[in-house]
């Protein structure tokens, strides 16, 4: 009886250790990737050197972007 129980509880460590070893690989949530800044820069970049600022009233000012 002693080694019955003995047993039991080494096989239940090996499986909880197994199910552990086998949940970190699973992925739950996808991974983000963020822009790099010079790609950033580089669009902004494109945007404001097309852009005509034109005036609408005295105190009024519109931006045109070709973005």
């Known amino acids: 009886m002693k080694i ?3 047993t039991k509880g080494i096989l239940t ?3 909880i250790s197994l199910g552990i070893i086998a ?3 699973l992925n739950v949530a996808p991974t983000a990737y963020a822009q790099s ?3 950033m820069q580089a669009a902004i970049s494109y945007c404001w050197d097309l852009a005509t600022i ?3 009233t005295e105190r009024q ?3 045109h ?3």
């Open 4 to 6: 019955d129980l003995y």
């Open 37 to 39: 800044r010079s790609d």
């Open 54 to 56: 034109q005036r609408q």
């Open 61 to 63: 000012w519109q931006i």
């Open 23 to 25: 949940a970190r690989d």
């Open 65 to 67: 972007t070709y973005c």
């Open 13 to 15: 460590i090996i499986a």
